[in-house]
C-alpha cells in the first residue's frame, strides 16, 4: 500500500471519530447544565480545556458562554479540533484516497460534511444542539459501519482503525482528566450531588453509562476511572482501544504476538503491557491527573512514531 494512501485512511478516521468525541461531550454538557443551573456558566469551558485549546479559544471569545463555546467546538473553521474542521479534513482525505474506498463511505462522510455546514448558519443549534449532536455521532457510528462490512479488511482497513482506537484512547484520558482535575467546582462537592451529576455526565460522554451501571451499579469514582481506563470488553475504554490498535498494527507488519519489527509496535505495545499490570488503586495514588497527562504524551509518541514509520 503507498504510504499517502496510508496516511489519509489513517487520519481520515481519526476526523471522524474526533468530530464524534466533541459531539458526545457537547450534547452531554447541555443536558447537565439543565441539572446544575446555578454551576451553568462554569460548565462550558471545561469542554474547550478537553480539546486542549483554551489558548486559541481565550484569544478570540472574550466569555465561555454555550454559544460561544458550541461555535467554537461546532463551527470554527480556524479550531483545527471542531466539528466542521474534522469533517471537512476527513472529507479531504477521502477524496484523495476515492478509488481505495467504497462509495458509501465516501457518501456518508461528504453527506456528513455538507449537513454540518448547512447548520452552521441555522440559530437554532445554539438553543438546543441535542439534534445536531445526535446527526453527527449517527453519521460517525455509520462510517464505522460500512467499514466494517464492505471495506475489506486489509492493511488499509487496519490503518483506518488504527487511528481511530488512538483518537478514542486520547480522547477517553482527556475526559476523565478534565473532570478530575478541573470541572470538579471545589473540594466541597465531592461526595455530594453535584459530584455524581458530573461522573454520570463523564460515563454518558463515553456512552458507558449504562454498561458501567450493569457492572458496578452505584457511581464510584474509583470504579469510573477502573472502568473506562481499565474495562477490556468496552469499546470505548482505553485498555479496550490499545488492543485494537496493537493488534491492527501487527496486522500491518506482520509481527506476531510478543514481538516487535518497528518502533511504534515497541511504544504501543510498552504502554498496553504497563496498562494491563495496573490498577485503578496504584493509578490514583501516584495521582491520576499526572498519570493521565503521561499517557496522553506516549500516546502523542506513538502517533509521532506510526508517522516516522509509515508515513514520512
Not at 22 to 44: K, T
Not at 192 to 207: G, H, P
Request: charged share 20%; proline share 3%; net charge negative.
Amino acid at each position: 500500500m503507498l504510504s499517502r494512501v496510508a496516511n489519509s485512511l489513517y487520519w481520515m478516521s481519526r476526523y471522524i471519530e474526533r468530530a464524534e468525541n466533541v459531539a458526545r461531550s457537547m450534547e452531554v454538557n447541555s443536558h447537565m447544565v439543565l441539572d446544575l443551573p446555578g454551576e451553568a456558566s462554569n460548565q462550558w469551558a471545561p469542554l474547550v480545556t478537553i480539546t486542549g485549546d483554551s489558548a486559541d479559544f481565550n484569544a478570540r471569545y472574550e466569555v465561555a458562554s454555550a454559544e460561544n463555546v458550541i461555535q467554537f467546538l461546532a463551527f470554527d473553521r480556524q479550531n483545527p479540533n471542531s466539528i466542521i474542521s474534522s469533517l471537512s479534513a476527513a472529507r479531504e482525505n477521502a477524496r484523495i484516497i476515492r478509488p481505495s474506498i467504497p462509495t458509501e463511505l465516501w457518501e456518508c462522510i461528504n453527506k456528513s460534511y455538507l449537513y454540518v455546514t448547512r447548520t452552521a448558519i441555522s440559530q437554532d443549534v445554539f438553543e438546543s444542539p441535542y439534534e445536531f449532536c445526535q446527526a453527527v455521532k449517527l453519521a460517525s457510528q455509520t462510517f464505522i459501519g460500512i467499514m466494517q462490512v464492505i471495506m475489506t479488511h486489509g492493511e488499509g482497513w487496519h490503518f483506518s482503525r488504527l487511528g481511530r482506537t488512538l483518537e478514542r484512547a486520547d480522547q477517553t484520558t482527556r475526559l476523565l482528566d478534565v473532570k478530575y482535575f478541573i470541572l470538579l467546582p471545589t473540594v466541597d462537592h465531592v461526595g455530594l450531588s453535584v459530584d455524581d451529576i458530573q461522573w454520570a455526565a463523564v460515563l454518558r460522554s463515553a456512552s458507558a453509562f449504562e454498561m458501567y451501571r450493569q457492572k458496578y451499579g452505584v457511581l464510584l469514582p474509583d470504579r469510573i476511572v477502573e472502568f473506562l481506563l481499565l474495562e477490556r470488553t468496552f469499546p470505548r475504554a482505553v485498555l479496550y482501544s490499545l488492543d485494537m490498535a496493537e493488534e491492527s498494527l501487527r496486522k500491518i507488519s506482520g509481527s506476531e504476538v510478543g514481538t516487535f519489527q518497528s518502533l511504534p509496535e515497541q511504544r504501543l505495545g510498552q504502554l498496553r503491557a504497563e496498562l494491563m499490570y495496573m490498577r485503578v488503586e496504584d493509578i490514583i495514588a501516584q495521582g491520576l491527573h499526572e498519570y493521565l497527562d503521561n499517557m496522553q504524551s506516549r500516546l502523542n509518541v506513538v502517533g509521532g512514531a506510526i508517522h516516522q514509520t509509515f508515513f514520512a
